[in-house]
């Protein structure tokens, strides 16, 4: 059973455009919500990431919204720029233990 | 950010060897260390839980005799790829667990390894 669900599994943007990933939990215990950027051949490296308490965050291009009533939350990447094609996962856990990915989503920035 | 390092980044084994990987975390201490596995364009699926000084924790359909768990110090955590066979073939990705300042904690994770085997 899938913990994290993400759509969509692939996404086109045009440079300078506005990419917007979502993604939907049951387990309402989670308490930490990251997302991380995965190039191909390297391991995911973390993005940004919230806690259930706010309801967004923003760290430069980036921005996380969270909707606690509704479990889901979403990254936001604005002015997408060629060099953010990756692929991108959420991911959700509570306290220290693991993490539970998203499926992915394939970020594709055309110039 | 804390570094976790991966050595090898890639191996190619012939069937029927063992491989070991190593996983490090180079500038902090490591409780807990997880490992996973990560097919082509797929997500990152979690095979253990590794704890220093104390037995792997394997997820459900992770064979504990083939894949060995070592974590012997706190910057240090081995996966051994037992009788290697092609189906084992993937790219294999660590992560350690960071504590910072009042309870806060982040995981960070290794480049991967790509193991092939023939």
């Known amino acids: 059973q899938q913990q994290v669900k993400q759509s969509p599994q692939s996404l086109i943007v045009q440079k300078g455009g506005i990419s917007i990933i979502n993604c939907a939990y049951e387990?309402?215990?989670?308490?930490?919500f990251p997302w991380y950027q995965q190039f191909p051949g390297k391991g995911p490296a973390l993005l940004i990431a919230i806690r259930p308490d706010v309801s967004e965050k923003k760290e430069g291009r980036f921005t996380i919204s969270f909707n606690k009533s509704a479990k889901q939350f979403s990254l936001h990447i604005m002015d997408s720029q060629p060099g953010d094609s990756a692929t991108y996962f959420c991911a959700a856990r509570v306290g220290a233990n693991n993490l539970f990915f998203g499926t992915g989503t394939r970020l594709t920035v055309i110039p | 950010g804390a570094v976790v390092s991966q050595h090898p980044s890639w191996v190619i084994c012939k069937s029927g060897t063992s491989v070991k990987i190593e996983c490090r975390s180079l500038d902090f201490q490591a409780t807990t260390m997880f490992w996973y596995r990560q097919f082509p364009k797929q997500s990152l699926m979690l095979m253990a839980t590794s704890n220093e000084g104390s037995k792997a924790t394997y997820e459900q359909g992770v064979e504990k005799d083939k894949f060995l768990i070592n974590h012997a110090s706190l910057t240090l955590s081995t996966l051994t790829v037992t009788s290697a066979h092609p189906e084992d073939s993937s790219f294999y990705i660590c992560?350690?667990?960071?504590f910072g300042a009042g309870f806060s904690y982040e995981q960070y994770f290794g480049p991967g390894t790509r193991l092939t085997v023939t």
């Open positions: 387990n309402t215990a989670f308490d930490y």
């Open positions: 992560s350690a667990i960071s």
